[in-house]
């Protein structure tokens, strides 16, 4: 959907929309057999199955707004951490930290997620983040999610650079993205497909009628962003919702239940399953933009944090033997200042911590070259150093996991040199 | 560049109506061709020369949170009266409180839909839409839910078409950003006022006053600056409690706790909102008052305050210029100095070209625009205008180019089916759905209208199946809604059925409709229409290519 992000009238040939010309015209053929492949989803998806390496999956979530890592994975071993946050730090004891390796420990709001570090199947990457120094969310985030940070002009996301580089002949949606709009990380000329969030996101649509859609299926019958989309819909209605809606049907028997992250984790579960083509999966989580009464053991980031390990627990337990095929990675701009400010909160940083989870991850470890909190330490005086790329984990995971090698890896990441991190034994 | 060929003749009245206003409702093709482009255009530049309707006047008014101040809107919707007297919380009576404020905002939705759907004024809510994004409040954060009417109605609608600089110091001072961007807790270390969370320095609404509200990312700003300013913003909040009047304060229902600022989480309480002085209705549309405009003399009745007590006094470089320790002036110094900046002329001009011509405006016409802006003293009529007369605007080139926000799909669908909206609430729930609800961007940086954040697979299946009950006759939007409805959040995603039986409405007309949209349609478009059965052809109007773009 290169032509999503063109907007100055009609578009001229380019050798980007040829691409996407022969791309939609591979996929229109796979949609126009779209009635066999509905009835016979189960058979098709058998089929496509069949590879161990196709198998091998990504899912992305995002914490938009920085999240403070340092309350997240807590480095309770250094004294200068509880110097720094007299009234936010999470204690030693009472409902304090769960240790994990003696000098760092998850927030008490995590332990749902305790039984994945038992079993080794959740790492944390400590002192993480982005070379750029921007402590703007916007900027920060258009640099994470363009994988080239400090390059304003880069136009696509790196998840749909990813998509590309992935083996196979991508005949199908492989990609899907969780709620209303889609993200930055995702937008580029390759394929992806946005499903509904909430309660009721399955219920009819009058596109699902035969007598509408054929008639829309005619006026949006061209190359054009808006009928390429338009056909990435009603694919993801029937390929995507079908089957999941029936599920969820008896599952909450129609009644009113309170709905959260963990359900939306649940139905990406459920959405992995049922259609193998999809190798890679983003959601995005709001709120952590704690200047104020960010609160310690319990409060505002506990309450934002419990969902969120909740619904990665949900993941993990919803996938079943697919959780071995998958690598969940929880990320954020950049991490919070060290010093709590005068509001009981924490302002704009750098470096923070990032989660790896999956069954194939070499977990129950924090992966870290730790810059220490000592006020020499910090950077620019203030904030958590940041020791590794966030791309040098992504890069170990694609390649280690994905099974990419490195020149595809640099299309991901162009400009980014991967040499000399020790990130290559995260994954199996 | 080779001269651009313009918007054809035939086309002119639709270019304005989709650009001025939220396109075009029936008659109003005939109309603006009638009385030319060019009066249209001074017409709407000019807001306060279009009379509106007694009816939509009535209605409007009738919406009396709107017309309340934020301290009058807090003693009445924000923590239970017992609480404010210093009785123990009961999580029953807050549910309650919260419950009871919900009309706040669906008021403040009600008369955003009501006027932009209805009201003559259109540019003027064209750039509601455009500042609220720009300086953006977020009503699920704390307190936001009691004021982000009062903040559109009070700060961003009166300076809509004005002076930049006003704008920008209503936006300051208004309860509704200084809460949600924190600066009402921002406060000089070791001042005599440090107390309870009141102690120290907060930078979140100094760095997005110039990386968003003024000067833009690139602005030429850095960390010094960004903390310099947050020193010359220490203090500058919202009104505390006045102790010396405790007959005023007992009136007001409050005056016991508002020492204690614990406990004052994202949900809290308000310290010492229960000392506001209850003021009398004001009239609606009165302008803004003067205390708006006179810093630092005690509280304005819209709560501001600047506290003396907890202001940094040291004097001051910020962006290279001296600023000496003063006070409040500090802040109107700075004020003034990012809303005469050239990047600040720059980032508004980049930004208003992006919304009324194209995702990636010309250089050519920015540029213009931004000597104008410097030109004009910030003046946004004359800078609209600018960008009105040009060429850019009336290159074909442009025509349709911008993929219509959720908000403004939803808006221009309604305005074109003609139907007289009794629910609000089902927009509402459509824009949230759609990812767009109202009040309900979480994030500073506002809404964006680019095609590349609205347009994606699930977004169309919505806007077509909305498309298929609006020209069906299915959307229940001439039946008032239940009465539990006050219950519901407007800002929180409601899915229900599109096909619901509901309206009393059959299909919309599909030769009105045409003629109300000045049959600008292609041909494969309309080969496709006049295929259908009679009963879809409305439906495929309003979920057509052409529709979907303005």
């Not at chain 2, 009166?158 to 001072?173: I, S």
Request: charged share 20%.
């Amino acid at each position: 959907m290169k032509s999503c992000c063109s907007d100055d009238g009609p578009e001229k040939p380019t050798i980007q929309n040829t691409l996407d010309r022969r791309e939609f015209l591979k996929r229109a053929a796979i949609l126009s057999a779209s009635g066999i492949v509905m009835l016979s989803g189960h058979a098709w998806a058998a089929k496509i199955a069949g590879d161990s390496a196709s198998r091998k999956r990504l899912v992305v979530i995002f914490m938009r707004g920085a999240v403070d890592g340092l309350n997240v994975v807590v480095p309770h071993g250094e004294p200068y951490y509880y110097e720094a946050r007299p009234t936010i730090a999470i204690g030693r004891s009472g409902p304090g930290v769960l240790n994990l390796d003696g000098h760092f420990g998850m927030h008490p709001a995590l332990a749902p997620m305790m039984p994945l570090w038992q079993d080794g199947n959740l790492a944390f990457v400590h002192a993480c983040g982005s070379p750029d120094p921007s402590r703007s969310h916007f900027d920060a985030q258009e640099y994470m999610e363009s994988g080239t940070p400090g390059v304003r002009t880069t136009s696509d996301g790196w998840m749909n650079r990813l998509l590309a580089v992935l083996p196979g002949n991508h005949d199908s949606t492989e990609a899907v993205s969780l709620g209303p709009t889609l993200p930055r990380i995702l937008s580029g000329r390759m394929p992806v497909a946005n499903v509904p969030t909430g309660r009721g996101a399955n219920n009819p649509m009058p596109t699902d009628r035969p007598r509408i859609e054929f008639n829309f299926d005619r006026m949006y019958a061209g190359n054009d962003a808006l009928s390429v989309a338009y056909r990435e819909g009603q694919a993801a209605r029937k390929k995507l919702l079908a089957d999941v809606a029936a599920d969820m049907k008896v599952a909450d028997a129609g009644a009113p239940q309170p709905y959260g992250f963990s359900d939306d984790t649940a139905r990406l579960a459920q959405l992995i399953k049922r259609d193998p083509s999809i190798r890679i999966a983003f959601m995005a989580l709001g709120g952590w933009d704690t200047h104020v009464n960010q609160g310690a053991a319990n409060g505002q980031l506990a309450n934002h944090l419990r969902p969120l390990a909740e619904g990665v627990a949900s993941l993990a337990k919803n996938l079943g033997p697919a959780w071995g095929d998958t690598v969940v990675i929880t990320m954020s701009e950049f991490g919070r200042t060290v010093h709590e400010n005068g509001n009981a909160g924490t302002d704009h940083g750098h470096g923070n911590v990032m989660w790896v989870a999956g069954g194939n991850v070499r977990g129950r470890r924090v992966y870290t070259r730790w810059p220490g909190l000592s006020q020499s330490e910090l950077y620019q005086g203030r904030d958590l150093a940041v020791t590794t790329d966030f791309r040098a984990v992504i890069a170990a995971i694609l390649e280690r996991h994905m099974g990419l090698n490195r020149a595809a890896i640099g299309r991901v990441f162009p400009g980014f040199s991967n040499s000399g991190n020790d990130m290559d034994t995260i994954v199996a | 560049m080779v001269s651009a060929a313009e918007i054809p003749t035939e086309l002119r009245a639709v270019h304005v109506l989709n650009r001025l206003a939220f396109g075009p409702r029936p008659g109003d093709v005939a109309r603006v061709n009638a009385m030319g482009v060019e009066r249209y255009i001074q017409q709407q530049l000019s807001p306060t020369s279009i009379a509106i309707s007694a009816s939509l006047t009535d209605r409007v008014a009738q919406m009396e949170t709107l017309r309340m101040t934020p301290p009058e809107l807090f003693i009445k919707y924000g923590r239970p009266e017992a609480e404010r007297k210093g009785e123990k919380p009961d999580p029953e009576a807050r549910k309650e409180a919260r419950r009871r404020a919900h009309i706040i905002i669906q008021e403040a939705v009600s008369a955003r839909l009501m006027r932009a759907i209805e009201g003559p004024r259109q540019l003027q809510e064209m750039m509601v839409d455009f500042w609220f994004n720009h300086f953006n409040v977020f009503a699920d954060k704390g307190l936001g839910h009691l004021w982000v009417g009062s903040y559109e109605q009070q700060a961003i609608r009166p300076h809509a078409l004005g002076r930049f600089r006003d704008l920008l110091e209503a936006t300051a001072k208004h309860p509704a950003m200084l809460f949600y961007l924190d600066n009402w807790q921002n406060t000089a270390p070791n001042s005599p006022g440090v107390r309870g969370k009141f102690e120290g320095l907060n930078e979140n609404y100094a760095r997005e006053l110039m990386e968003l509200h003024t000067l833009g990312v690139n602005g030429g700003y850095s960390q010094q600056d960004v903390i310099t300013l947050a020193r010359i913003l220490t203090g500058w909040g919202i009104q505390k409690p006045r102790r010396r009047n405790p007959a005023r304060m007992a009136r007001a229902g409050g005056g016991r706790n508002f020492n204690g600022f614990s406990g004052l989480g994202a949900l809290g309480g308000f310290p010492g909102m229960g000392a506001f002085r209850a003021f009398g209705m004001r009239p609606f549309n009165s302008t803004p008052r003067r205390a708006m405009q006179n810093p630092g003399e005690g509280p304005d009745e819209y709560g501001f305050y600047f506290d003396p007590s907890r202001h940094d006094f040291s004097d001051k470089v910020f962006l290279e210029r001296q600023i000496k320790g003063s006070g409040a002036a500090e802040v109107e110094q700075a004020l003034d100095i990012l809303a005469h900046s050239p990047a600040t002329a720059r980032h508004i001009s980049y930004q208003l070209a992006q919304f009324f011509v194209a995702d990636n405006p010309p250089e050519a016409l920015v540029q213009r625009m931004a000597s104008r802006f410097s030109s004009s003293d910030g003046n946004i009529r004359s800078v609209l205008a600018t960008l009105f007369q040009s060429r850019e605007f009336w290159d074909r080139r442009y025509f349709g180019a911008k993929f219509k926000t959720p908000q403004q799909y939803i808006i221009s669908a309604t305005r074109a089916s003609g139907v007289e909206v009794l629910n609000y609430r089902v927009l509402a729930g459509n824009a949230a759905r759609l990812g767009m609800p109202f009040y309900g961007c979480q994030t500073p940086d506002g809404y964006k209208n680019t095609q590349e954040a609205w347009l994606n697979p699930d977004a169309m299946m919505i806007r077509l199946s909305l498309a298929t009950a609006l020209g069906g006759g299915h959307l229940p939007l001439d039946r008032p809604p239940p009465d539990d409805a006050m219950g519901g959040r407007v800002t929180r995603v409601s899915l229900r059925k599109f096909d619901r039986p509901g309206g009393s409405m059959g299909p919309l007309d599909s030769s009105a409709l045409r003629t109300t949209l000045g049959n600008n349609f292609s041909s494969h478009t309309l080969d496709t229409i006049e295929a259908a059965p009679p009963d879809l052809r409305a439906a495929l109007m309003l979920g057509s290519p052409e529709f979907m773009r303005r």
